[in-house]
T-cell receptor
Framework: GAGVSQSPRYKVAKRGQDVALRCDPISGHVSLFWYQQALGQGPEFLTYFQNEAQLDKSGLPSDRFFAERPEGSVSTLKIQRTQQEDSAVYLC????????????FGPGTRLTVL | SQQGEEDPQALSIQEGENATMNCSYKTSINNLQWYRQNSGRGLVHLILIRSNEREKHSGRLRVTLDTSKKSSSLLITASRAADTASYFCATDGGTGGFKTIFGAGTRLFVKA
């Protein structure tokens, strides 16, 4: 595919359920980012991967959030025991290089926790 | 917490007018980027300006950076209805880490 894809596009979960959000970055992109975006706000950084290595997870709000990119391509963001405050759009972005540069964003997954 | 703060929060102009949005940040940076987000295309990169650059142009976009004031501005000339979107500045934090920090955004509405 030409761009970053994310699935599912929409997810409704009951409080306490676990969810898994998938990101397919652009092929060959080294860097992968996850963000959380609340309504009316800018994206908030969650975590960063360089290939399969998770080099920065300082933005993960709690230990209920876990991300992986085991083969350096597809990434999964998992949220355990979801809470209402986890409701947001989760964005994935990839970039070609290892440091700075244009990030290509996916369409996001809108998570609603009831 | 977000580093960048855009000003104004919202802006409404007529088609053909220029739109100027400002961004302030708190720590030193290596580069600053501007992104646009609308419901149709999601978040799209517009332009990157490095800390040693003062001005950069791309089509109808002009970005300035003043590192002494820790601020940047985005000018869109001859605006079109299709420019209606939210505009965000994003910085790298300058600490050698990998975090990208977005501001809260300016919501631009261009009236046809």
């Amino acid at each position: 595919g030409a761009g970053v894809s994310q699935s599912p596009r929409y997810k409704v979960a009951k409080r306490g359920q676990d969810v898994a959000l998938r990101c397919d970055p652009i092929s060959g992109h080294v860097s992968l980012f996850w963000y959380q975006q609340a309504l009316g706000q800018g994206p908030e950084f969650l975590t960063y991967f360089q290939n399969e290595a998770q080099l920065d997870k300082s933005g993960l709000p709690s230990d209920r959030f876990f991300a992986e990119r085991p083969e350096g391509s597809v990434s999964t963001l998992k949220i355990q025991r979801t809470q209402q405050e986890d409701s947001a759009v989760y964005l994935c972005a990839s970039s070609l290089g290892r440091t700075e540069g244009e990030q290509f964003f996916g369409p996001g997954t809108r998570l609603t926790v009831l | 917490s977000q580093q960048g703060e855009e000003d104004p929060q919202a802006l409404s102009i007529q088609e053909g007018e220029n739109a100027t949005m400002n961004c302030s940040y708190k720590t030193s940076i290596n580069n600053l980027q501007w992104y646009r987000q609308n419901s149709g295309r999601g978040l799209v990169h517009l332009i990157l300006i490095r800390s040693n650059e003062r001005e950069k142009h791309s089509g109808r976009l002009r970005v300035t950076l003043d590192t002494s004031k820790k601020s940047s501005s985005l000018l869109i000339t001859a605006s079109r209805a299709a420019d209606t979107a939210s505009y965000f500045c994003a910085t790298d934090g300058g600490t050698g880490g990998f975090k990208t920090i977005f501001g809260a955004g300016t919501r631009l509405f261009v009236k046809a």
